[in-house]
């Protein structure tokens, strides 16, 4: 393997393992023992969640082709996937705020170890099966434990401010650090140790079960809406009604549906971008790679919200930044004449893009815990779980279609379309800025019985 990779993993550990050692009074939070114990207990699950995540994800495309599907045939198993949690996951993961965020979180156990044993099946139906569950497990994931979350955080009288110690560090292990081992383990089960690539979702299905089995035993419950007469429509309706009301709810689900739709197709097209000519690239050390860079990132946000700078504030510079470094291919194609020779090692051009594709995914450690932030300042408790599914309707749908069309357009046409709806939410994150501080000032204004007019 180049000695390039290396330098870039290496100079990121670095980088990395400094932030974390180097952290001044200015970046640590004085919290209490009870917090500290609630946010472990909370940490640990949430990894325990995302390893079942994370390990099976190198392995769903190539066990598909070890059963003899090509590519349109697995193209429809993941379109099923996110349709699945368009449609299903959006009914399943709202009812969390009527049923329980406790009992959302143990459904989510349980639909993706399902999803895990149809691995085993051969048949293109049992697998179909597998996909819907695992999409109704996803918007479970992305919406029940972080509501429930919020509301026990709330509910046992902690900090609000505290609530950022605990989203930053759940993305820094969760999203970060599992991931990175997640993928060794998989492929030391899979590969090294012979199991084949069914073992890694047998793994992922005892990691789930280990989690559920905590839930079980130490989390209480908590609601949304606790009213009798609130069936799943009224749900539905009190959640639109919320998101047409309030600008700000709005603006932060347009926000969140461009960047994680962004994030999405960046998924999909990284490998064809560093690899146009059948380049021989390392596609695990990579992605661990990339999985540094989200530490990164998320390093880096909890030392912005430990010093309390404004969210609103800083995320439109990392919009912005995101913007540029997935237009690098479009650039990239221009100004670095292609290699016509096929195979070999990653081109001058591949280095550059990898080197923005880190930058992006130190990006994208930074907006998870700072759209947490967000959603626990503007999203009413009482809708919160159907509020954060309806957001994930537009994204569902937005990777659907680029999944059905992604051999429709060149890749530099892709790259260019998520650079665009990055700006576009940078401009909508000022926005949401400008509504905010409006909003707070009108509240100030209220609270101290002044009448003046206020200036937006």
Known sequence: MEVFYYLVFGGLAAVVAGLELGKSGKDRVATTSAFNAFKNNYILVYSLMMSGDWLQGPYVYYLYSQYGFDKGDIGRLFIAGFGSSMLFGTIVGSLADKQGRKRACITYCISYILSCITKHSPEYKILMIGRVLGGIATSLLFSAFESWLVAEHNKRGFDPQWLSITFSKAIFLGNGLVAIIAGLFANLLADNLGFGPVAPFDAAACFLAIGMAIILSSWSENYGDTSDNKDLIAQFKVAAKAIASDEKIALLGAIQSLFEGSMYTFVFLWTPALSPND??????????????????????????????????????????????????????????????????????????????????????GIFWPSIMKMRSQYIPEEARSTIMNFFRIPLNLFVCVVLYNVNAFPITVMFGMCAIFLFMAAILQRRLMVVSDLHRSTKAVEMTGEDEPLNP
């Open 279 to 364: 380049e021989e690239i390392p596609h695990g050390f990579i992605f661990a790679t990339f999985m540094l860079s989200s530490m990164l990132g998320s390093s880096i946000a909890s030392r912005l919200l430990a010093r309390k700078l404004k969210v609103e504030g800083y995320m439109q510079i990392v919009f912005s930044i995101s913007a540029f470094t997935l237009f690098l291919p479009v650039v990239t194609n221009f100004l670095v004449p292609p290699s016509s020779v096929k195979g070999g090692g990653i081109s001058f051009g591949g280095c550059l893009q990898l080197l923005g594709f880190c930058i992006f995914e130190s990006c994208v």
